[in-house]
Antibody, heavy 119, light 109 residues
Framework: QVQLVQSGAEVKKPGASVKVSCKAS????????MHWVRQAPGQGLEWMGI????????TYAQKFQGRVTMTRDTSTSTVYMELSSLKSEDTAVYYC????????????WGQGTLVTVSS | QSALTQPRSVSGSPGQSVTISCTGT?????????VSWYQHHPGKAPKLMIY???KRPSGVPDRFSGSKSGNTASLTISGLQAEDEADYYC?????????FGTGTKVTVL
């Protein structure tokens, strides 16, 4: 049974960075890409970027380029999303979501991590 | 990449059908066969309901169906049930990036 388990809620001050983890289990880690999607309060889902299975290459949404870094630790089947220079508008629930390689949809999601940015 | 356009809300009585539209451009919805739909209950993880425009994952009731014409995709829920009340989002592959819709709240009256 595939599971994506994310790290707990975070509270950060403006200008700080946050690093959210997503640990995968129940399937072969190398056979899927991992995406990050966020939802700000009262807003819709927003795609942030992809960490690809082969070689760990990344593509980020233009909005987040320069501020987001997605990495992985294959030894623990864990992916990470770090967002820097946080602003109040980054307050959101952040989700990891799995895409089996090149099927172009997200078949499993993490439970979400609330990141609150407040002074 | 702009968000795909969905109606803010739709509603229907139990047993009725509702359809949610998702309008994009030839660079996303119209250009690829990779439109998916997600059901999102507040506080829970989104759930895949439709992928590749028309396909249903195992376990999703056949009351849910998808279609596409030109730059607009649609999700139809037939035989509406109380548990269908949720937010629904379309998503289109657009050559990396992906783009989500603005979201539609489905209310069961």
């Amino acid at each position: 049974q595939v599971q994506l388990v994310q790290s707990g809620a975070e509270v950060k001050k403006p200008g700080a960075s946050v690093k959210v983890s997503c640990k995968a289990s129940g399937d072969t880690f190398s056979s899927y890409h991992m995406h990050w999607v966020r939802q700000a309060p009262g807003q819709g889902l927003e795609w942030m970027g992809i960490l690809k299975s082969s070689g760990g290459s990344t593509t980020y949404a233009q909005k987040f380029q320069g501020r987001v870094t997605m990495t992985r630790d294959t030894s623990t089947s864990t992916v990470y999303m770090e967002l820097s220079s946080l602003k109040s508008e980054d307050t959101a629930v952040y989700y990891c979501a799995r895409e089996v390689v090149d099927i172009y949809h997200f078949d499993h999601w993490g439970q979400g991590t609330l990141v609150t940015v407040s002074s | 990449q702009s968000a795909l356009t969905q109606p803010r809300s739709v509603s229907g009585s139990p047993g009725q059908s509702v359809t949610i539209s998702c309008t994009g451009t030839s660079s996303d919805v119209g250009g690829y066969k990779y439109v998916s739909w997600y059901q999102h209950h507040p506080g829970k993880a989104p759930k895949l309901m439709i992928y590749d425009v028309t396909k249903r994952p195992s376990g999703v009731p056949d009351r849910f169906s998808g279609s596409k014409s030109g730059n607009t995709a649609s999700l139809t829920i037939s035989g509406l049930q109380a548990e269908d009340e949720a937010d629904y989002y379309c998503c289109s592959y657009a050559g990396r990036p992906y783009v989500f819709g603005t979201g539609t709240k489905v209310t069961v009256l």
